[in-house]
């Protein structure tokens, strides 16, 4: 028998043995000591990384190679675990205890003149989340998992050279992101455990008094949720691992407190890097919803931690209808419009947030500009539910809509420069029509870091890409569209037999794209397309994580096992010939 044919045999072989392992009797599982060791064949196959994620600078120069493992270790399994409030929580490190990490970073220019691993951290096995570039490009930052804080790192990419940013640790318990890079590059604003902060209460010998709940005479229909506050020790848990310390933290090293510590929800600089759009989240609790239905406030704080605005105070919401496509009252969706250095748009329900009340419009969308004093100007209802906004500039936004029951999705073209107008639409659909998705528009990031969308033709047309369903399987896209004639252009479409995904457009007008390609052999890699010249210039290298099984036949066969259950499947090592080679 072939010499690699024998050793693949054998490594299915075992294969099979380890999976008859787990069907051993309780009585062999019980006198085992420790974890089973499988063979080194197999071990190695199990301990191979998977292909690295790969992360774009925002001018497109330079790529960031995230290392990452494939199974997650027996250690970060075994992290001690809070449930409060529908959140899980490492208690250890602050931060949250079902997250996957990466093991290493390498800076790479895309013409490959350049590549450096990013140095400076601990030796062992790393953790490293919420990785971000800086808007200029010249940094990343990211968070680092101890044993028993995170920390956060910056690395310029000039050198690739981290540091620690601040002593204090971060707080990456909660929702929203545990930092944000501000507009300048030049500071980041971050979520900190506050250093005064005591030792975790402790719980009470015996219980203070009984779990009252009450219905105060009416109906109150409520969904399900799991890992939900049950007591009193228990909200002040949430209270301690929640509250955080925001500071700015600057790259010179300098760490300023804004504000006075508090349960953060989210914190996000304005675009010109003069306010911070602040939710934090307010008492009364509840036991019936989670902490994404607590009660909120959202405020607008100056650059040195001062409220500038009250933009909202939003009450427990325990009886938001229960039918799909029900939403809470009052503001929700706040945000930073990307295109304006500091105006705010939210939306709010037209229709009660009730999705089985009957209402012409659902929605209507809001803005307001800086300082925050004036009343805020309507700019467009919707009739169905809203479902995001891709911003592009006064006279160009795409607002979506749907609504769940009908499955209906539409697309407007909206002039933010007149509120109130008319809005156009673009697509009308359903989500559910998958070979008629035309797609999602493309965007590109600007200098402030925000994002808004890929325009030509003066404004008048933008790009499109998408998975391009068809019955012959996933054929991504990108396209230009004319919104003026709703005509469209396709500048590239994946062929057969690849898998070809567009993750980012360089350069509309020029025609180069960066793509994602794979097939059934082939390990994904990615490539820079000039589509205008027809080249294909590969941009990284990545082999195939499992080499031993790269060229494993595949052959559908029918066979009776010994004890009558029919099988159907058969994999093949590399090279076998069942003449030559006998049977395995």
């Known amino acids: 028998m072939n010499p690699l044919v024998r050793r693949l045999s054998q490594t299915v072989t075992l294969f099979s043995l380890l999976l008859m392992g787990l069907f051993i009797s309780p009585q062999s599982v019980l006198a085992q000591e420790g974890y089973q060791t499988p063979p080194p064949a197999l071990a190695k196959l199990a301990d ?61 220019s895309l013409g490959g003149e350049i590549e450096r691993a990013v140095t400076g951290l601990p030796d062992g096995e790393l953790r490293i989340r919420n990785v971000r570039w800086a808007p200029d490009g010249r940094h990343i930052a990211f968070t680092l998992d101890e044993q028993d804080r995170i920390d956060l790192y910056v690395a310029p990419v000039a050198d690739g050279k981290a540091r620690r940013a601040m002593d204090a640790m971060v707080n990456a318990a909660g929702y929203g992101a545990a930092f944000q890079w501000a507009s300048d590059s030049e500071a980041i604003i971050v979520r900190t455990v506050p250093a005064d902060r005591p030792a975790p209460p402790a719980a009470p010998d015996v219980p203070s008094g009984p779990i009252v709940q009450e219905n105060v005479g009416k109906v109150a229909p409520a969904r399900t949720y799991q890992d939900l506050l049950g007591n009193p020790h228990d909200e002040a848990l949430f209270e301690h691992y929640i509250t955080a310390q925001l500071a700015r933290v600057g790259l010179d090293g300098s760490m300023t407190p804004l504000g006075e510590p508090a349960l953060m929800r989210g914190a996000r600089p304005s675009p010109d890097g003069r306010y911070i759009l602040v939710e934090t989240i307010e008492r009364p609790y509840s036991y019936l919803v989670p902490a994404s239905r607590f009660p909120r406030r959202i405020a607008v704080w100056d650059r040195d931690g001062n409220t500038v605005a009250t933009i909202a105070e939003l009450p427990l919401a325990e009886e938001v209808p229960t039918a799909f496509g029900s939403v809470p009252t009052g503001v929700r969706s706040v945000q930073w419009r990307a295109d304006k250095p500091a105006m705010l748009a939210w939306v709010e329900a037209l229709d009660g947030g009730d999705a089985r009340a009957e209402a012409d419009y659902r929605d209507q969308v809001y ?60 697509f009308d659909l359903s989500s559910e029509d998958r070979y008629n998705d035309p797609g999602y528009p493309v965007t590109h990031t600007t200098d402030r870091g925000t994002r808004v969308l890929t325009t030509a033709d003066g404004g008048t047309a933008i790009f499109l890409r998408g998975g391009g369903a068809s019955p012959e399987g996933n054929r991504p896209f990108v396209r230009k569209m004319d919104l003026q004639s709703g005509e469209t252009e396709e500048l590239f479409r994946s ?12 350069d509309a007008a020029e025609g180069k794209i960066i793509t994602r390609r794979e097939t059934v052999t082939d390990t994904p890699n990615y490539y820079l397309r000039d589509l205008e010249a027809g080249t294909m210039t590969a941009l ?14 595949k052959e559908l066969i029918h066979y009776e096992r010994a004890d009558g259950v029919p099988l159907t499947a058969l994999y093949l090592p590399a090279g076998y010939d069942a003449e030559r080679d006998g049977p395995l």
Not at 48 to 68: F, H, N
Not at 80 to 106: Q, V, W
Not at 377 to 391: E, F, I, N, S
């Open 540 to 553: 990284t290298d990545f082999q195939h994580p499992y080499p031993e099984l790269a060229e494993v036949q």
């Open 48 to 108: 191979a990384p998977a292909t690295p994620g790969v992360s774009l600078s925002p001018d497109r120069t330079m790529m960031l190679l995230m290392e990452q493992p494939s199974l997650p270790s027996i250690a970060e399994l075994s992290q001690p675990e809070m449930r409060l409030a529908g959140l899980r929580i490492n208690p250890r490190t602050n931060g949250p205890s079902r997250s996957r990490g990466y093991t290493g970073l390498t800076l790479r």
């Open 495 to 506: 062929e057969a037999p690849a898998y070809e995904y567009p993750v980012a457009v360089l």
């Open 367 to 426: 803005l307001l500009d800086a300082p925050f004093e004036a009343a805020p100007t309507p700019l467009v209802k919707l009739r169905l539910r809203y479902a995001g906004m891709t911003w592009g500039d006064d006279d160009l936004a795409l607002a979506n809509e749907s609504w769940w029951s009908t499955r209906k999705r539409r697309v407007y073209r909206i002039d933010p420069g007149r509120p109130g107008a008319d809005p156009e639409v673009v």
